[in-house]
């Protein structure tokens, strides 16, 4: 946050202006229709603050002893008069774990046997409860997809608020068998190696009791890749950097899609049933997974001061009824809306992040100019964006690999993780044409001829490759990455 006495020659949005306003502020003049939330609200309404807020005879805000300096209200014309400009966050320390936290999930990597027992009892209790029990290990897992695939909240702005919250829905299970009550989920860093213990059972696999689609009848057991085969995965599909990536963003929707990369290709480097929608809950290792997932962007609203509501509204750049307007805002099947899981801590929950994790230092976001001076480093850059734009992915059953090709050879991968019949599901099919984003050195592109290869997860069905012109013929769009 803003530490200057003086008045802000240069100030933007995310470094100084998002901090002027107190919740007090943000509710007050919202019940009037103004939006000191966000960045698109202050800035529509920037004059009548200035107005309003001017010393000494300040009208807003409406406690007179939290009017502005007269170095703030300085500071605030400088913005208006340079052009709102939106720039970078500051990054704020990553806090101790919260001591009044009731439920602190911890590295899986660093659990003592007792914890490991502990959390063993869990999960043999509710595997072993009745299947229509809704704390059962097989009603919570198959709230993800089948056997009702209804829920599907993927590649959206809801993404992290509903698995925050079903998350949460699964610990809640785990800590109603008896002697567990103060069992907490723990994460595993994708980043490490898996926990020996998460193949032994109960966590290294899972068999259906009952059938719950075609394809996975009861009987159908849970599969994964050994623990070095998944790390190779990791490695390979360059997922430690494309977390790092993401932690390293300002705003919401640039840090929303950039922790998706991970996550769909950590799903598909992990095994088979991971890989899969439909089933991949039922594999224990997706809360450990997804715990850490969580973590992670618990990890990023901490560094962008963004813990709260309003907070994380200063984040958001276009429309927020995702998260504050009925019923756009819901989390089906919980009764949960979107705004409601933000505050991590309002739910007694925080992670022990890892002793030896770096912390994030915010870049630049792609918004606003770039400035004459930048563009003499456009040389030097050593980086290319390139997208593969207009998948049609409701033709393509299940997930699947895009695969960037130089010359034949393959230079970057990114999974796309769906169910096997994305038209079933609303939310797919509303967003049926999707682009696929990587980044690779500009030197593996000089003077070589590009392609894509989509490579299906289940090549038996079509082939090892998936026909461009069965997936709306996707074209290839590239982008200098300034440093």
């Not at 009987?219 to 950097?241: F, K, L, Q």
């Amino acid at each position: 946050m803003p530490t200057s006495e003086g008045a802000v020659k240069e100030p933007t949005w995310m470094a100084d202006v998002r901090f002027f306003f107190t919740p007090e502020d943000i509710d007050h003049m919202g019940e009037r229709g103004i939006d000191l939330a966000t960045y698109e609200g202050v800035k529509k309404n920037a004059v009548r603050i200035f107005g309003a807020t001017e010393p000494p005879d300040a009208t807003m805000p409406p406690d007179p002893r939290d009017n502005w300096t007269q170095a703030r209200w300085d500071t605030f014309k400088n913005w208006i008069v340079t052009d709102y400009p939106f720039g970078t966050a500051i990054p704020q320390p990553v806090p101790p774990v919260d001591a009044d936290a009731r439920r602190v999930r911890k590295d899986a990597n660093t659990l003592d046997s007792d914890s490991i027992k502990l959390l063993k009892t869990a999960f043999e209790g509710i595997m072993g409860l009745p299947v229509d029990d809704p704390k059962s290990y097989f009603a919570q897992a198959g709230i993800h997809w089948l056997p009702e695939p209804t829920y599907c909240l993927h590649h959206e702005n809801r993404y992290n608020p509903w698995h925050r919250t079903y998350l949460y829905s699964f610990e809640d299970a785990l800590r109603s068998i008896p002697g567990c009550a103060d069992v907490t989920l723990p994460y595993w860093d994708i980043t490490s190696p898996i926990p020996d213990f998460l193949y032994q059972p109960p966590f290294d696999k899972y068999t259906l009791p009952r059938s719950i689609g075609e394809g996975f009848d009861a009987g159908y057991v849970t599969s994964r890749y050994t623990a070095s085969e998944v790390m190779n995965n990791v490695e390979e599909r360059g997922i430690p950097g494309q977390i790092t990536d993401a932690l390293t963003r300002s705003v919401w929707s640039q840090f929303n899609s950039g922790i998706i990369r991970p996550h769909d290709n950590g799903h598909l480097a992990t095994g088979e049933t991971l890989a899969q929608q439909d089933v991949a809950a039922y594999d224990p290792i997706f809360w450990f997974f997804h715990a850490n997932l969580d973590r992670l962007w618990w990890k990023w609203q901490q560094t962008l001061g963004a813990t709260t509501l309003n907070g994380f509204l200063s984040t958001v750049m276009g429309s927020t009824d995702w998260l504050r307007t009925p019923p756009f805002n819901r989390l089906p099947p919980f009764s949960e809306t979107a705004d409601q899981p933000i505050d991590l801590t309002a739910s007694g929950i925080d992670y022990e992040h890892p002793a030896a994790e770096a912390p994030s230092d915010v870049l630049s976001d792609a918004f606003g100019s770039v400035p004459v001076g930048a563009l003499r480093s456009l040389h030097s850059a050593r980086k290319v964006g390139v997208r593969v734009k207009g998948i049609d992915r409701l033709n393509i059953h299940g997930s699947f690999t895009v695969h960037l090709q130089a010359d034949g050879a393959t230079i970057a991968s990114q999974g796309f993780f769906q169910a096997r019949d994305p038209r079933a599901c609303s939310a797919c099919v509303k967003q049926g044409k999707v682009d696929i984003d990587l980044k690779v050195d500009i030197d593996q592109l000089r003077e070589a001829p590009l392609s894509v290869v989509i490579e299906p997860m289940w090549p038996e069905a079509i082939g090892t490759t998936f026909p461009l012109s069965s997936a709306g013929d996707p074209t290839i769009n590239m982008r200098l990455l300034l440093e």
